[in-house]
């Protein structure tokens, strides 16, 4: 999730909380569209699944990672992002390499939560 999206919106919503309390003037019609205008995009945003490459789309179908199979395969996925993460050497090189050449820490990220919450595969 969009952290700088997040906290806009929650500014938009604090202002208009701020006018209120402070019994200004105030177009009520037009802070109401703007604030469910907000909640919808943050609702959407926070709804919406990762778009992930090819390449991780690849790993993760070695590991079963359906709800019959339980946490364990979860975890064996989680720890292997995790290694190739922090020490390299991974036995998924290609995957490997894409993190290192996309912004480590942030794809790193995105990866646990693509394997914890579900994605989708980019075109």
């Known amino acids: 999730m969009?952290?700088?999206k997040v906290m806009?919106?929650?500014n938009s919503i604090d202002l208009g909380l701020n006018i209120i309390?402070?019994?200004?003037?105030?177009d009520t019609q037009a802070l109401t569209e703007s604030v469910r205008t907000d909640v919808e995009d943050l609702k959407e945003?926070?709804?919406s699944k990762p778009v992930m490459?090819?390449?991780?789309?690849e790993f993760s179908k070695q590991f079963d990672l359906t709800?019959?199979?339980g946490s364990d395969c979860l975890d064996g996925a989680l720890d292997e992002v995790y290694t190739m993460y922090m020490h390299g050497g991974s036995k998924f090189e290609e995957l490997?390499?894409?993190m290192r050449n996309n912004g480590?820490?942030?794809?790193?990220s995105k990866c646990v939560y693509a394997l914890v919450n579900g994605y989708e595969v980019e075109k």
Do not use: A, R
């Open 53 to 57: 490459p090819k390449v991780f789309d």
């Open 96 to 98: 490997e390499e894409y």
């Open 2 to 4: 969009n952290k700088t």
């Open 8 to 10: 806009q919106i929650l």
């Open 104 to 108: 480590d820490e942030d794809f790193y």
């Open 67 to 69: 709800e019959q199979q």
């Open 21 to 26: 309390e402070e019994g200004q003037q105030l």
């Open 45 to 47: 945003e926070l709804n």
